[in-house]
């Protein structure tokens, strides 16, 4: 059972998942943020672009994300980005590292961090340091074990969209609904600026809460689409 936020998250660094004991077990509705699909051969994780349109003829694309994969996965966000008026992404910036982890293996993958190309224009929306250690403190002393295969990362990772107990640990220990309350009023600002499409970048743990947000704004989800993050074969 999950107690608290430094002992529920089996894992989650910024959208770094580990699995939770029992959490395959728990029953939930389709993915609508995250998933894994394929075969006994080869799964492959997958994460949700969704497009939503407002009354005013606004369109908004919200690219939920994880923050390793495949180098591909990064590239493929140019032609997302290359029509949107606004771009607003997630990323409480730090002046160290708030969680110590005990593995540096990334089983190939690459990071967010380093090679997604956003243009100029794009724009952070999030809590600043100090707001977000004093809502989240958990965070800030946590060593974090990362899992052994690719297999155990894609598992963790999808287990935000299948396991309602992990959606709500991460959600309390990083500050997610705090954090997209931010998110929102960016996107408030666009819409009066008159922005016609405006792009949202946020790892997929963010996903149900924007999306509840979004459709309190007005906005209507209109169509979902899926980018390949990762893929593991039989011997991950």
Not at 9 to 21: D, I, K, P, R, T
Not at 144 to 172: F, H, N, Q, Y
Request: net charge neutral; with cysteine; hydrophobic share 45%.
């Amino acid at each position: 059972m999950m107690s608290s936020p430094r002992t529920a998250l089996f894992f989650l660094l910024f959208h770094f998942a580990v699995l939770s004991a029992g959490a395959s077990q728990c029953p939930a509705a389709d993915p609508q943020y995250i998933r894994l699909a394929g075969n006994a051969h080869e799964r492959t994780l997958k994460t949700a672009v969704r497009q939503y349109v407002h009354p005013a003829g606004v369109q908004l694309t919200l690219i939920n994300t994880v923050h390793l994969a495949e180098p591909e996965y990064f590239l493929s966000f140019a032609g997302l980005l290359a029509d949107s008026d606004a771009i607003i992404v997630e990323g409480v910036k730090r002046s160290r590292s708030p969680v110590r982890i005990k593995s540096t293996s990334t089983f190939g993958l690459v990071s967010q961090s380093q090679n997604l190309k956003l243009p100029q224009r794009a724009e952070t929306a999030d809590l600043d340091e100090l707001s977000f250690d004093a809502i989240a403190p958990a965070v800030s002393s946590v060593t974090v074990a990362m899992p052994s295969s690719r297999m155990e990362l894609a598992t963790g990772l999808a287990s935000i969209d299948t396991d309602p107990r992990v959606l709500v640990a991460c959600e309390m220990a990083y500050a997610i609904r705090q954090r997209n309350a931010v998110a929102i009023t960016a996107v408030r600002h666009a819409l009066a600026r008159g922005e016609r499409h405006i792009t949202l970048i946020y790892g997929a743990a963010h996903g149900p809460d924007l999306n509840a947000r979004l459709t309190g704004l007005g906005f209507t989800l209109e169509t979902v689409s899926w980018l390949n993050a990762f893929t593991v074969g039989q011997n991950p």
